[in-house]
């Protein structure tokens, strides 16, 4: 796993960091680990891992936290980037 910052890496750390005001924000670019796979766009940033901690999360389900990530990325998860794993926790968990 690669910490990148491509411009889509930062576009998406802009707008996790605007909805989600994250204690700890870490997107890994794993485009490189997909190569030549299905979804793979040749941009080099098609798939991701996004490890996120914020207080929001507090007593929120993991589905939840990953459609409140999902939504504060908005068009990006299905139609820009082929795949994106989510680790989503509040603090202290």
């Given at each position: 796993m690669e910490d990148m910052t491509g411009p889509l890496a930062q576009e998406m750390r802009q707008l996790l960091s605007a909805a989600l005001a994250p204690t700890a924000l870490e997107i890994v670019n794993d485009s490189?680990?997909?190569?030549?796979?299905?979804?793979?766009?040749?941009?080099?940033?098609?798939?991701?891992?996004?490890?996120?901690?914020?207080?929001?999360?507090?007593g929120v389900s993991r589905l939840q936290r990953q459609r409140m990530v999902n939504a504060a990325l908005g068009d990006i998860p299905g139609n820009r980037v082929h795949a994106i794993a989510i680790k989503a926790s509040a603090p202290g968990e």
């Open positions: 490189a680990s997909h190569s030549g796979h299905m979804g793979d766009d040749g941009s080099g940033e098609s798939h991701f891992t996004i490890v996120i901690e914020s207080a929001q999360f507090a």
